[in-house]
């Protein structure tokens, strides 16, 4: 494909780009607090989408981009490449997470019971427009319990192996360096396992909802139940230059398993991802639970899920068909213009000599 | 998780006014100290699916780290965010901990920020547990 080479516009090349940060303003520090304290959700989006955690950064990249969540991820993902990578954690288990929400819609009396956690599953959709007449939209207070929830709950599926309802499988003991890592090797396909699931992890949330759905309506191979699904916290354990290993702090993950009955035992599929973002997580792990035996070029396809939900690929492949083409137009213009002239010709032949008649044998 | 240093995990989580002012009561009486590293840099986390037990990397965590030293002992700080001054004062406990100085206090302080944090925790699981849904079958 050939970009033609342009001079010109440098001017207004540089007024558009003032146009669109002076219509979204100033900002400062308590601007970037301000979208972090009042928009967890969207900051989590961004992060998981980034694959970079820092609240800070986040919200700094949705006041700098006035919520363009692309232009904020891709901000996200290149400054990430001027830090250094200091080591790598250990493997988060689900058995660790410090859960704030945890729920199955396979089995109602799962061990641990359900925990709703914070959620609007069963809230009506009311827009506060007294807001807007100047009241002030004061949330009701939660009425804690006496007693605190356990900080960790036990696993269903393990309780489901106990069951001989799954097979729960050998834990790997890949580490450290050794965990095949997307940012510093590619994509290939068959996807390793670690590569999928850490693709998924990073995915466009839009765009692993519209396949994922597409395999919930029954463009895919297995339709999901949510075996468990968790909103938590994990430790980030790391090793002091003396050997001791510590928790430098917790951050915000989501983790779902949806299931199938298709064989004698359930099938799970899994997905997780930095920050709470539950529609992702159900999504990608329905695409990971119909990728087996999918049909080449499915939704529902491992690599056809993977290229086409990468964000910053995918949102920079669409809008770069903004930037000029006038090269590779013009030359379908031409070729068009071309075919269109030739037709002409042709038409214009053979109505100046007319086809020999019956009457007329051709010579 | 693994089995941790009780004293780091309080540390790397501390209120990070506190922690720098506690820190500085500590500089006087620590002597001569080689800075060796403080820097902000990148941890990668990964987490182990329970679908198939595969390994693999959720993201990459901001974290600000110090490493300094004092004689044969080091001091280490590590903490989640863009916050060098803390990881340093993180450090500069971890090293008065590990060199006995002013141990009586800095054990009074990593005991208090244990308290805080343990507070934090329960009244966010008391949140949590008024949440949990007693089902009847229908």
Redesign the interface.
């Known amino acids: 494909m050939a970009y033609v080479a342009t001079r010109g516009g440098e001017r207004a090349i540089e007024q558009s780009e003032r146009l669109f940060r002076e219509e979204i303003g100033s900002f400062d520090a308590q601007r970037v607090n301000d979208i972090r304290q009042s928009l967890p959700y969207l900051v989590d989006r961004v992060?998981?989408e980034?694959?970079?955690?820092?609240e800070?950064?986040a919200a700094l990249a949705l006041a700098q981009t006035g919520g363009e969540i692309y232009e904020a991820v891709l901000l996200l993902r290149a400054w990430?490449t001027t830090?250094?990578?200091?080591?790598?954690?250990?493997?988060?288990?689900?058995g660790?997470l410090?859960?704030?929400?945890r729920i199955s819609a396979a089995f109602?009396?799962i061990p641990g019971?359900?925990?709703?956690?914070?959620?609007l599953d069963y809230a009506h959709r009311i827009l506060a427009t007294d807001v807007l007449r100047g009241d002030r939209f004061t949330p009701s207070s939660?009425?804690?319990?006496?007693?605190?929830?356990?900080?960790q709950q036990p696993?269903v599926?393990a309780w489901q192996a106990e069951n001989d309802l799954v097979d729960?499988?050998?834990?790997?003991q890949?580490?450290g360096g050794d965990?095949?890592?997307?940012?510093r090797e590619p994509l290939l396909f068959p996807s390793k396992?670690?590569?999928?699931?850490?693709s998924l992890?990073?995915a466009d949330t839009g765009g692993v909802l519209a396949l994922g759905y597409a395999a919930m309506r029954g463009y895919g191979q297995a339709h999901p139940t949510v075996n468990?699904l968790r909103l938590a916290e994990?430790?980030?354990?790391?090793s002091?230059?003396?050997g001791?290993?510590?928790?430098?702090?917790?951050?915000k993950?989501s983790?779902a398993?949806v299931v199938s009955k298709k064989s004698e035992k359930l099938n799970?599929?899994?997905a997780?991802?930095?920050g709470w973002n539950e529609v992702k997580c159900i999504s990608a792990a329905t695409l990971?639970l119909n990728s087996g035996g999918a049909p080449k070029g499915s939704a529902t396809e491992e690599e056809f899920f993977l290229y086409h939900t990468e964000g910053v690929e995918s949102s920079g492949f669409c809008i770069h068909f903004k930037l000029p083409h006038y090269v590779t137009f013009q030359s379908s213009l031409d070729a068009m213009r071309d075919a269109k002239a030739k037709n002409a010709a042709k038409t214009e032949s053979a109505t100046s000599d007319p086809a020999p008649t019956k009457s007329e044998p051709a010579e | 998780m693994a089995d941790t240093d009780p004293q780091l995990d309080v540390l790397a989580r501390a209120a990070p006014d506190k922690l720098k002012h506690f820190a500085e009561t500590l500089i006087g009486d620590l002597g001569e100290i080689d800075v060796l590293k403080s820097r902000t840099g990148l941890i990668m986390l990964p987490m182990r699916d329970t679908a198939q037990g595969t390994v693999f990397h959720l993201g990459e965590v901001l974290v600000s780290e110090a490493h300094i030293r004092a004689g044969d002992q080091q001091g280490y700080g590590m903490r989640r965010g863009h916050d060098l001054e803390a990881a340093m004062a993180m450090a500069l406990v971890d090293l008065a901990l590990q060199n006995d100085v002013q141990s009586e206090a800095c054990a009074a302080f990593c005991d208090q920020a244990a308290n805080d944090q343990a507070a934090e925790d329960r009244e966010t699981l008391r949140r949590v547990e008024a949440t949990r849904v007693n089902m009847e079958t229908f």
Not at chain 1, 98 to 101: E, G, K, S
Not at chain 1, 142 to 151: G, I, L, T
Not at chain 1, 244 to 251: D, L, N, W
Request: charge should be negative; proline fraction near 11%; hydrophobic fraction near 35%.
């Open positions: 992060m998981g980034a694959s970079l955690y820092d800070d950064l990430r830090q250094p990578r200091l080591t790598v954690a250990e493997p988060v288990e689900q660790d410090f859960t704030h929400r109602k009396d019971g359900q925990v709703l956690g914070p959620t939660v009425e804690p319990a006496d007693q605190p929830a356990p900080a696993s599926s729960l499988p050998e834990p790997d890949t580490a965990i095949p890592d997307l940012t396992r670690a590569h999928t699931l850490q992890a990073r468990e994990a430790d980030i354990t790391v002091h230059p003396d001791r290993k510590f928790s430098a702090g917790r951050v993950v983790q398993e799970l599929g899994f997780a991802t930095f990971d």
